[in-house]
Structure formats: C-alpha cells, structure tokens
C-alpha cells in the first residue's frame, strides 16, 4: 500500500487559476498555493470538480474576452 488512503492531500491552484491537488506533509511548489480545502484525495478532487468550472488557464479566458 502506498499510503494515500490516509494521507491528507491539499487543494492548490496556481496563478492561471488552474487546480490541482497536493499532499499536504509536503511543501507547495513555487507558483502555487493553498485554497483552504484539505482532507482525503477524493474530498479535494470532489471540491476541485465544484469549483473548477472553467477549464480554461486565466490568461486566456482574459484575452478571449477583451477580444469580444
């Protein structure tokens, strides 16, 4: 067993806005940070599904929008 179905796991999203989930005992990687949200891989995976309703990066969301 690899021990995922206890650890705790991170909800994480980075300036693009995209999410992503990260365990918890383990420092974030630069460009992302914490949304608050932690608990088991699926609870995080289920809130990051809720949440996370446009897949496109920020960036281009912006751009197809000042395009009209």
């Not at 021990?3 to 918890?24: F, I, K």
């Not at 891989?41 to 751009?63: F, G, K, N, Y």
Request: aromatic share 8%; charged share 25%.
């Amino acid at each position: 067993m690899n021990g995922t179905a206890t650890q705790e796991w991170t909800v994480v999203v980075n300036d693009e806005e995209q999410y992503s989930v990260w365990a918890s005992d383990r420092d974030i990687p630069a460009g992302w940070r914490a949304t608050g949200t932690s608990g088991t891989r699926e609870e995080c995976l289920a809130h990051i599904e809720q949440v996370w309703t446009d897949m496109r990066p920020l960036s281009l969301r912006l751009a197809m929008d000042a395009a009209g």
